[in-house]
C-alpha cells in the first residue's frame, strides 16, 4: 500500500530539515510504524521554506517550498503540495491536522478518485467551538474525505455536532501517536532519579489550569494519612502557576515534607522518571493525545488519571490503574488510596505489557493500516 502523509503546518522555527524531524517525533513515528506493519511506499510531504528530498529509515520525506504567502497559515492552500502529493501516485493520503480545509479540497482535486484521502485529529474535541469560520469551510471540504481518525470516539463527537463530520462518514479510533520509551530497571531508576516513597508518585505536565496542580496537591495531601510514606515529585516544562504551588506546598507542613518540584528534565531522562515511580497522576481537564501518560505506561507507571476521553482510551476504560473526576480532590485522594494500598509491583507490570500490546508504534503501525485498508476497499467500490 502505497502511503503519503501530508504535514501541512508551516513551522518557522526550523530551517534545518532534520532538525525538524528530530523534533517532530510523531511524524516520523508514525510514517516508520506504517513501514514496520507492511506498508509501502511510505512518505512524508511537508510545507517548508524551501524544496528538498531525503530518506531516512525508509520513509521518503519531501519538503515543498511553499506557493502562497511568505508565512503561511492553516487558511491558505498550497498548490504545490497537492501537486507533490498527486505525483508520488499514492493509494491513501493521510492528512494531519483537522485545521485544513482548503488544502484537504486541493489535494482531493490533485489526486485520482481511486485514492482514499484520510484526516487525523491531534487536538481535543472542544476546539471546533472556538473557530466558526473552520466549522463552514470543513462543510464544504468534508465530501473530500474518506475517513476521519481520532483518539477517543467523543472527540469526533464534537465535529460531527458542529457539522464537519457527516452523519454517515466514518470515524475510527487509533492513538495519533506512540513513544519509544521502554522500563528500565528500578535499582537504577531511583538512584539516577532520586525519586523514593511508598508509594512514589509521578507528575509530568505543565503546571497550568487544564493539567490542575493545585487540585492534585490538594488530592496528594487527603491521602497522606492513609499513604504515610507516599511522595510526589513533579516535572513540568511551563509554569504559569508556579507561584500558587509553591505556596500551596508552604502552607502545608505536610506537603513540604512530601512533595518535590523538580522542574524541567530533558526528554531523554523521563522513562528513569518513569521507571522509578509508582503511580503517574495529572488532573487534565481536557487532552488531545496524551503524550506524558503514553510515555508513563510504556515504562510501567500505574495510571492515577481523570476520567476524560483520551485518558479512557490509554489506560483501557481505568483498568491499568483508576480514574478520577477532574477538579475533583476528594476523588483524587480516594483513587491514590485505592492504588496505593494494592499491588503496585503486579499493575506495573501488567501496565506494561499493555502498552506494547497495544499503545505501542507496532501496535499504531497495525491499527493505521487496518484501517486504511477498510477505507481503500470501501473507497474502491
Given at each position: 500500500m502505497n502511503v503519503a502523509q501530508v504535514n501541512c503546518v508551516f513551522d518557522n522555527e526550523f530551517a534545518d530539515p532534520d532538525a525538524l524531524l528530530e523534533r517532530y517525533t510523531t511524524l516520523t513515528g508514525w510514517s516508520e510504524a506504517l513501514v514496520a506493519a507492511g506498508a509501502g511506499p511510505v512518505a512524508v510531504v511537508q510545507r517548508f521554506h524551501r524544496s528538498l528530498q531525503l530518506t531516512n529509515h525508509h520513509v521518503a520525506y519531501h519538503f515543498v517550498?511553499?506557493?502562497?504567502?511568505?508565512?503561511?497559515?492553516?487558511?491558505?492552500?498550497?498548490?504545490?503540495?497537492?501537486?507533490?502529493?498527486?505525483?508520488?501516485?499514492?493509494?491513501?493520503?493521510?492528512?494531519?491536522?483537522?485545521?485544513?480545509?482548503?488544502?484537504?479540497?486541493?489535494?482531493?482535486?490533485?489526486?485520482?478518485?481511486?485514492?482514499?484521502?484520510?484526516?487525523?485529529?491531534?487536538?481535543?474535541?472542544?476546539?471546533?467551538?472556538?473557530?466558526?469560520?473552520?466549522?463552514?469551510?470543513?462543510?464544504?471540504?468534508?465530501?473530500?474525505?474518506?475517513?476521519?481518525?481520532?483518539?477517543?470516539?467523543?472527540?469526533?463527537?464534537?465535529?460531527?455536532?458542529?457539522?464537519?463530520?457527516?452523519?454517515?462518514?466514518?470515524?475510527?479510533?487509533?492513538?495519533?501517536?506512540?513513544?519509544?520509551?521502554?522500563?528500565?530497571?528500578?535499582e537504577e531508576a531511583r538512584p539516577a532519579t532520586g525519586v523514593s516513597g511508598t508509594p512514589a508518585v509521578l507528575w509530568v505536565g505543565r503546571l497550568d489550569a487544564n493539567k490542575d496542580p493545585l487540585i492534585v496537591l490538594d488530592g496528594f495531601e487527603r491521602a497522606l494519612p492513609v499513604l504515610g510514606g507516599a511522595t510526589l515529585t513533579m516535572i513540568y516544562g511551563t509554569d504559569e502557576l508556579l507561584p500558587d504551588v509553591r505556596g500551596r506546598i508552604e502552607s502545608s507542613s505536610a506537603?513540604?515534607?512530601?512533595?518535590?518540584?523538580?522542574?524541567?528534565?530533558?526528554?531523554?531522562?523521563?522513562?528513569?522518571?518513569?521507571?522509578?515511580?509508582?503511580?503517574?497522576?495529572?488532573?487534565?481537564?481536557?487532552?488531545?493525545?496524551?503524550?506524558?501518560?503514553?510515555?508513563?505506561?510504556?515504562?510501567?507507571?500505574?495510571?492515577?488519571?481523570?476520567?476524560?476521553?483520551?485518558?479512557?482510551?490509554?489506560?483501557?476504560?481505568?483498568?491499568?490503574?483508576?480514574?478520577?473526576?477532574?477538579?475533583?480532590?476528594?476523588?483524587?485522594?480516594?483513587?491514590?488510596?485505592?492504588?496505593?494500598?494494592?499491588?503496585?509491583?503486579?499493575?506495573?507490570?501488567?501496565?506494561?505489557?499493555?502498552?506494547?500490546?497495544?499503545?505501542s508504534w507496532p501496535a499504531v503501525g497495525r491499527r493505521a493500516l487496518e484501517i486504511y485498508s477498510e477505507i481503500l476497499k470501501k473507497r474502491k467500490a
Open positions: 517550498q511553499d506557493d502562497g504567502p511568505c508565512h503561511p497559515s492553516p487558511w491558505s492552500g498550497s498548490r504545490a503540495v497537492a501537486r507533490v502529493v498527486a505525483a508520488l501516485s499514492p493509494d491513501v493520503v493521510h492528512v494531519n491536522g483537522l485545521e485544513f480545509p482548503i488544502q484537504v479540497r486541493q489535494l482531493r482535486s490533485a489526486i485520482p478518485a481511486s485514492c482514499a484521502l484520510v484526516v487525523q485529529n491531534h487536538a481535543a474535541g472542544g476546539t471546533v467551538g472556538r473557530a466558526p469560520a473552520l466549522r463552514v469551510l470543513w462543510r464544504a471540504a468534508r465530501r473530500s474525505v474518506d475517513g476521519f481518525l481520532f483518539a477517543a470516539e467523543e472527540h469526533a463527537d464534537a465535529w460531527r455536532r458542529a457539522g464537519v463530520i457527516a452523519a454517515r462518514q466514518p470515524a475510527y479510533v487509533v492513538m495519533p501517536a506512540s513513544t519509544t520509551f521502554r522500563p528500565m530497571p528500578r506537603l513540604r515534607e512530601r512533595v518535590r518540584l523538580v522542574g524541567a528534565v530533558p526528554h531523554a531522562q523521563l522513562p528513569a522518571f518513569y521507571s522509578a515511580a509508582d503511580i503517574f497522576i495529572v488532573g487534565s481537564h481536557r487532552e488531545g493525545s496524551g503524550y506524558s501518560l503514553m510515555e508513563a505506561c510504556a515504562c510501567g507507571a500505574v495510571p492515577a488519571v481523570t476520567d476524560i476521553p483520551t485518558f479512557r482510551s490509554l489506560t483501557a476504560d481505568g483498568s491499568l490503574g483508576a480514574l478520577w473526576s477532574a477538579g475533583d480532590a476528594i476523588d483524587c485522594s480516594r483513587v491514590l488510596m485505592q492504588l496505593g494500598q494494592g499491588d503496585l509491583l503486579a499493575r506495573r507490570q501488567h501496565v506494561a505489557d499493555h502498552f506494547a500490546r497495544t499503545l
